[in-house]
T-cell receptor
Framework: KAGVTQTPRYLIKTRGQQVTLSCSPISGHRSVSWYQQTPGQGLQFLFEYFSETQRNKGNFPGRFSGRQFSNSRSEMNVSTLELGDSALYLC???????????????FGEGSRLTVL | AQRVTQPEKLLSVFKGAPVELKCNYSYSGSPELFWYVQYSRQRLQLLLRHISRESIKGFTADLNKGETSFHLKKPFAQEEDSAMYYCALSGFGVQGAQKLVFGQGTRLTINP
C-alpha cells in the first residue's frame, strides 16, 4: 500500500508570492491533516479535512487555507508569503472509524518551503 | 485548551543507561496520548499509544492522570534509539472532531 505522498518536496519562493502544496493520502483514508514543522515551534497543527469538509483549524492566519477533493486528496495554499513561513509542511492521513479518528497519523515526507 | 509540554528539548544518555522522556499534558476531557518518533531521514511515525498499553522497541509509557503525565521510558538505551520524539494528545476540537496536538519534541541522543 502506497504511503502518503506530498508534492513538491522542495520549493523556493519569494516574499509576497503564493504557494500550493499537494497531498495524496493512503488509499481508504478519508481524513487529512496538515502540520507546519519548524525547529523553534515544533509541529503546529494547521487544519484537518474529512469528506471535503474542514473540521478543525489551528491558530494560523487566513493566509493559510486548504481544501480536500472527493478522492480525499488535499491541497493547502499559503498566500502573500512571509519569511516566517519557511518550514517543512507535513501532511498526514488517518483512518476514520465510527466517527472517531484512530489516533494514528501516517505522515508524508513533507514539502520543504523556503521563502526568500 | 489542549496542550502538550515536553520540558527537555535535548536529552543525551549513554548506551545501556535508562531513558525517560517527559511529557505533561493539559486537557479537560479524557485524553488519548501517543508517542511519535522521527528517525534520521525517515518519516514521523507512531511509536506507541497509551490505550494499547504495549511495549514497542523496549519503550513503555504509562498514563498518569493525577500528574497529567505520559512519560516514555526504556530501561536500557540503544544507539538506534537516537531520534526525535514527540508526545501527542488526541482531544476534541470544534464540530466534535478529534485533532492531534503535539509537544515540541525531545531530541534523544544515545552516546556509545
Amino acid at each position: 500500500k502506497a504511503g502518503v505522498t506530498q508534492t513538491p518536496r522542495y520549493l523556493i519562493k519569494t516574499r509576497g508570492q503564493q504557494v500550493t502544496l499537494s497531498c495524496s493520502p493512503i488509499s481508504g483514508h478519508r481524513s487529512v491533516s496538515w502540520y507546519q514543522q519548524t525547529p523553534g515551534q515544533g509541529l503546529q497543527f494547521l487544519f484537518e479535512y474529512f469528506s471535503e469538509t474542514q473540521r478543525n483549524k489551528g491558530n494560523f492566519p487566513g493566509r493559510f487555507s486548504g481544501r480536500q477533493f472527493s478522492n480525499s486528496r488535499s491541497e493547502m495554499n499559503v498566500s502573500t508569503l512571509e519569511l516566517g513561513d519557511s518550514a517543512l509542511y507535513l501532511c498526514a492521513s488517518s483512518l476514520h472509524l465510527g466517527g472517531s479518528l484512530t489516533g494514528e497519523l501516517f505522515f508524508g515526507e513533507g514539502s520543504r518551503l523556503t521563502v526568500l | 485548551a489542549q496542550r502538550v509540554t515536553q520540558p527537555e528539548k535535548l536529552l543525551s544518555v549513554f548506551k545501556g543507561a535508562p531513558v525517560e522522556l517527559k511529557c505533561n499534558y493539559s486537557y479537560s476531557g479524557s485524553p488519548e496520548l501517543f508517542w511519535y518518533v522521527q528517525y534520521s531521514r525517515q518519516r514521523l511515525q507512531l511509536l506507541l499509544r497509551h490505550i494499547s498499553r504495549e511495549s514497542i522497541k523496549g519503550f513503555t509509557a504509562d498514563l498518569n492522570k493525577g500528574e497529567t503525565s505520559f512519560h516514555l521510558k526504556k530501561p536500557f538505551a540503544q544507539e538506534e534509539d537516537s531520534a526525535m520524539y514527540y508526545c501527542a494528545l488526541s482531544g476534541f476540537g470544534v464540530q466534535g472532531a478529534q485533532k492531534l496536538v503535539f509537544g515540541q519534541g525531545t531530541r534523544l541522543t544515545i552516546n556509545p
